[in-house]
């Protein structure tokens, strides 16, 4: 069996480790299920396109984390189209697993509302609308789910993200802190939260006595040098885990993750460790209304409400808007789940279980052989 993935991953620029980690965990997922000797190839397709080049040979295309494209923005990674348009031309079986979208600020009510491109909703249609099992898409989260099926394009269901699937620890215990020694705090997309993230970094040294280290999963080669003097002091270590999935091993020594990065927060789950996510857009907000996860929404209410409100125009004043720093809430958080024992963690990685078990592994076992 020859498959061909279509990972997100940009080698350059941003180099983010998370992106890395969907294409690796489906690789490691599918030697499990389709035995090791299968063979998987790797496009990149954020930075080249080789989709004329492709041969005809393989089993199937899968894409990791396929986002649906809203009227209004640009497909990304760019070149992935032009892979779905071979999938197509060809009648190749073409698999998206853990579709998720990336909408601001990402509330129920605009993936009930908002439109796909309409020369992408048709081609998905092409795709998906078919009663062959031979092209199928998955949701990294319920959102998502809402977004396809209210764009009329069919849909397995919801699966989760890949990055939460590990054959080495599904089903284990959760791996409770005896005591915390270190905390993971994960910088935001957003360049306005930054200092906010060294904010909490350096509450949470204080709260806990504890050492504290200030994580980049992207982008830190830009911006190593643009930090600001008092970060630099010591007191917060800071630690580049751009460049790959492998750099995430990292968290193997911390026990606990609170950040923004949502694959930080699903490395965590991954390994059965606790973590609150402060969710920046529909990635997060999705993503901790599938599991039920610990954590909340960086956009202040009143934004949410207007959400309500303009679902569509709202993610256009993303720019304005995403100034606002997100509340404190994280703390008082943060000391019930750890007073509860991690109840609310220990239930996230129960309904991981469950998904694996009912929607992930029976749809990695429909791909085609």
Not at 67 to 72: A, E, M, Q, Y
Not at 79 to 89: E, G, H, I, Q, S
Not at 245 to 262: C, M, P, S, T
């Amino acid at each position: 069996m020859k498959y061909l993935i279509l990972s997100t991953y940009p080698s350059t620029g941003s180099r983010n480790s998370g992106d890395d980690l969907l294409g690796k965990s489906l690789i490691k997922l599918l030697k499990n299920i389709k035995g090791k000797d299968i063979q998987v190839d790797t496009a990149y397709i954020a930075d080249t396109n080789s989709a004329d080049k492709v041969v005809l040979d393989y089993n199937a295309i899968l894409a990791p984390a396929l986002r649906p494209t809203v009227i209004g923005n640009s497909v990304a990674p760019k070149f992935r189209n032009d892979y779905v348009k071979l999938a197509v031309r060809h009648n190749m079986p073409f698999y998206a697993i853990g579709a998720g979208w990336s909408q601001y600020p990402g509330t129920v009510s605009q993936s009930k509302s908002l439109k796909l491109d309409p020369i992408e909703k048709g081609t998905f249609k092409k795709l998906f609308n078919q009663k062959s099992v031979a092209n199928r898409i998955s949701c990294r989260d319920i959102y998502t789910e809402n977004v396809l099926k209210g764009n009329g394009i069919s849909c397995y269901g919801t699966t989760g993200d890949l990055g939460l699937f590990d054959t080495d620890f599904l089903g284990l215990p959760f791996k409770h802190p005896n005591k915390i020694k270190n905390i993971a705090v994960s910088m935001p997309h957003n360049i306005h939260h930054r200092s906010k993230a060294y904010e909490i970094a350096m509450k949470l040294k204080k709260r806990y006595s504890c050492n504290v280290k200030l994580v980049f999963h992207g982008y830190f080669g830009k911006l190593g040098s643009l930090l600001p003097k008092d970060w630099l002091d010591g007191q917060i270590q800071i630690i580049d885990l751009a460049g790959g999935a492998e750099k995430l091993n990292y968290y193997d020594k911390i026990d606990l993750h609170v950040g923004f990065r949502l694959h930080a927060h699903i490395w965590f789950l991954r390994t059965r460790k606790p973590s609150l996510l402060i969710a920046e857009d529909g990635r997060g907000t999705g993503h901790l209304a599938t599991v039920n996860g610990l954590g909340y929404s960086a956009v202040p209410n009143f934004v949410s409400s207007l959400a309500e409100f303009l679902p569509e125009q709202i993610n256009g004043w993303r720019k304005y808007l995403s100034e606002i720093p997100p509340s404190d809430d994280v703390y008082k958080m943060l000391d019930n789940e750890i007073n509860s024992g991690f109840d609310r963690t220990k239930n996230s990685l129960k309904i991981i279980d469950h998904l694996w078990k009912v929607k992930m592994k029976p749809f990695l076992n429909t791909i085609a052989e």
